[in-house]
Every structure is written in C-alpha cells, then in structure tokens.
C-alpha cells in the first residue's frame, strides 16, 4: 500500500459529481439514498474523472492496496452500502483488485477511531439484516481506514526487509490515530495474512537487486543504451513499494546501499 495522488477535477468533473451525489441525498430519508446509490451507481458515470482515478495508479496499473493485482475496479474507500452518500465522493474512491475489494477482506468493512476501545477503533460493519429489515444509518465518527489520498500510508509502518518477513510493521506511535487507522486498514486487507503478498514482495525485492546488478554493468560498460532500456524496465517491476522501501531503508542494507552509491541515479527513477 502507497500513497494515491490523482490529478485534480476539473470544475465540470466536480460540478458532475457534485450533481449526481444531490441525486442520492435528495431521494428522501437514508433508507432512500441506500436505494438510489444501489440502483445507480456506475464507474462509467464518473466520466473523465473515472479515467483521472485510474491513470493514477501505482507501475503497471496495480491496486492501491495490494499492488499485486491489477487495479481494474473503483472501490469506496467508505462503503456505499453503509455510507452512501459518500457514494460519489471523489475523495473516497480509491482504484483496488477485485480481491481486495472483495467480501473476504475490505468488503463492506468500516470502523470509527474510539480511543475508549483497546484497538482504538470500534466496527461499524453492518451484520447481515433480515430480509425486510430497516436499515439504519451508521455511526458517526472518522474512518479508522487509511485514506491513501490523503496521507502516505508508509509514514505510520514500515516492510521488514532487514529481517526477511516481508511484512508491514507498525511505527505509528501506540495509542496515535495513525496507530489505529493503519493497524485496521493492514488487518481487514490481509496485507500480512496473505502468503501470496508476502512471497510477491520477497520476489521483487530479489528482482530490484538484480535489477541494480544490471544497471551497474550497463555503467560499467557505458552502454547507453542498455542503461535507457534498464529505466524503462523499472516501470514494469512490481510492488513499487518494495523498491521505495530498499531506497528509504537503505542505511540499513549495506548491499543495497553499496549498489545505489555505485548507480546513485537510480534513486530519482
């Protein structure tokens, strides 16, 4: 999981929005809106905004979350079905997989930050209701999901490169509300619960040391062009994230950090 940051909306993008979240709220009482974001919702209605949300992705058009899989879905960073006023937000649509955004981990999942609980957050999730049963509106209170559009989800946790677990560790502060949103966001996606992530970032983290070893013969031999080719490739590599970790963490890698002083320009790429 990275930082998300898609190019602004245009006024008539926002006013686009703007008019179809008026459309939901303007239906009647919660119970309504619950319908009308049901019955209408559609990416494709999003217009050009949708093509901004997605040409943001992270290399190689990757989930948000994951970065494993292709993010070929819009997901509600807050769920439609609990919040859907929050329908058409702009700021609460993220691009995801359909595993990701899936009922076997996100799903319809929402808490709120409550310092009173050990975890710091409380579960708003919805129990599945009856047929016929009234829905009522959730909670109020602020997302214990880490909105990536907002903050760098990297500053509150970090992956374990030096140890070889290749899982995300927690540096927020115990207590913090970073501590909290990024301790429910890495548990609900199963970020360290699904083996596959794990062995996905322990073979790219392999390949951008080879990766490294070839830049630095391409530099040895004044291939130019070898090197322009080796640039190029970096783009196809996956999970970016990993690559942005050797490069912050690379005090403590000293075979990483001797390949980025001998090729100190990768750093920018």
């Not at 080719?229 to 912050?248: S, T």
Request: proline share 7%; aromatic share 8%.
């Amino acid at each position: 999981m990275m930082a998300y940051a898609p190019a602004p909306l245009s006024g008539p993008e926002v006013d686009r929005l703007a008019g179809l979240t008026s459309g939901v709220i303007s239906a009647g009482a919660y119970a309504e809106w619950l319908k009308a974001i049901e019955a209408g919702w559609s990416a494709d209605k999003l217009g050009t905004a949708r093509d901004k949300a997605f040409a943001a992705r992270p290399r190689g058009d990757r989930c948000v979350y994951c970065q494993d899989n292709e993010g070929r879905e819009l997901d509600h960073l807050r769920p439609k079905s609990l919040h859907p006023e929050l329908g058409w937000c702009w700021a609460n649509l993220v691009p995801a997989c359909g595993t990701c955004g899936g009922p076997a981990y996100k799903g319809a999942r929402d808490a709120v930050l409550d310092p009173t609980h050990p975890q710091g957050w409380r579960d708003i999730s919805r129990p599945h209701a009856p047929a016929g049963a009234a829905r009522r509106a959730p909670p109020a209170g602020q997302t214990a999901w880490w909105n990536p559009r907002r903050a760098d989800p990297m500053r509150a946790m970090k992956l374990d490169i030096v140890d070889d677990s290749f899982l995300f560790l927690i540096t927020a502060a115990p207590g913090s509300a970073d501590h909290a949103r990024i301790s429910w966001t890495v548990e609900k996606l199963g970020l360290n619960r699904r083996a596959t992530l794990v062995r996905q970032r322990r073979a790219a983290h392999q390949a951008y040391a080879r990766w490294l070893v070839d830049v630095i013969d391409a530099q040895m031999a004044a291939d130019r062009a070898r090197l322009d080719r080796l640039r190029v490739d970096l783009a196809d590599h996956n999970q970016p994230v990993v690559w942005a970790e050797m490069k912050r963490q690379r005090a403590d890698l000293p075979a990483i950090d001797a390949q980025l002083r001998a090729a100190p320009q990768v750093v920018g790429w």
